[in-house]
């Protein structure tokens, strides 16, 4: 698109980064507020111009619209504008899955990540099995879901989680079990089986965050593997989801657990474990 001349002008007051790319010299906060307030009165059209401005990370065509887009999108909150805030979100979405470079795509997943509600949802959602967007729309999605807007990151995370592959499945899994989604047991109990033992270990985590009483057989069994760091991160998992569960009134299910514990960490490395499971027998 067309970015007009009294933009680039306004965007020309940005600050230059420093040799280390860190934004700590010659740094007029006045003149800088009143351009940033400047370019928001422009409304989405100049945050569809400064994402037109955006160029490669690193570059000095960068740098000047890329710290007006953060500066712009940081006003809308403290002003505590909503329809502004929705209103940028809004233009920022609609740049993902589209013909815009992956790394300003993960960028405004970045920005998402801080301003987005409800209205960036599905547009990150879209992009959950881009390996190059993978990771920043996962953490956009986890931040929102922890929000206002409830179930709907879960939601979008879950849908994405069949044809997830590779990292894009580590981070639907480790994102759901971030938000202890309920949800997403049947998903959790899927996943502690997969190749991937990053997978395992996340999908371990969430089966114990949510303290799901079903899970206590697969968890388990995860914990049942030669000795490593695995071994110790499925036994954590275990201790959790007891906790959890005494913590629902399910104190038969976590004795269950500590009983297995202490059978089965017998050798002198895992002692600690055995005696662990011991004192939890004696006080829940």
Not at 23 to 52: H, S, W
Not at 95 to 122: M, T
Not at 175 to 202: H, M, P, Q, T, Y
Not at 276 to 281: D, I, T, Y
Request: with cysteine.
């Amino acid at each position: 698109m067309a970015v007009s001349e009294k933009l680039k002008s306004l965007v020309d007051q940005m600050p230059d980064a420093d040799n280390r790319g860190m934004y700590t010299t010659d740094i007029d906060k006045k003149k800088i507020e009143k351009a940033v307030a400047a370019i928001y009165e422009g409304g989405p059209e100049n945050m569809r111009g400064l994402i037109a401005m955006l160029s490669e990370p690193g570059s000095p065509k960068n740098v000047k619209p890329h710290y007006a887009l953060h500066c712009v999108v940081n006003y809308a909150l403290v002003t505590k504008d909503e329809p502004g805030r929705k209103a940028f979100c809004e233009v920022m979405a609609a740049e993902l899955g589209g013909d815009s470079p992956k790394h300003i795509q993960a960028y405004l997943c970045q920005e998402l990540q801080w301003a987005g509600r409800a209205e960036a949802v599905a547009a990150l959602g879209s992009v959950l099995t881009d390996e190059d967007l993978t990771t920043p729309a996962s953490m956009a999605l986890v931040a929102i879901g922890g929000g206002v807007t409830g179930d709907r990151a879960a939601e979008q995370l879950r849908k994405a989680f069949p044809k997830a592959k590779g990292l894009a499945r580590l981070n639907v899994v480790h994102s759901l079990a971030a938000l202890a989604d309920k949800s997403s047991a049947g998903i959790f109990k899927e996943a502690i089986k997969d190749s991937d033992r990053e997978v395992r270990l996340a999908a371990g985590s969430g089966s114990a965050r949510i303290g799901d009483a079903t899970a206590v057989r697969p968890l388990i069994e995860a914990a049942q593997i030669e000795p490593g760091w695995e071994r110790i991160q499925a036994t954590k998992h275990c201790f959790l989801l007891a906790e959890r569960l005494v913590a629902d009134g399910k104190k038969d299910a976590a004795h269950g657990i500590y009983r297995h514990i202490r059978a089965t960490r017998k050798a002198p490395g895992e002692a600690y474990l055995r005696e662990a499971a011991e004192k939890s027998l004696a006080t829940v």
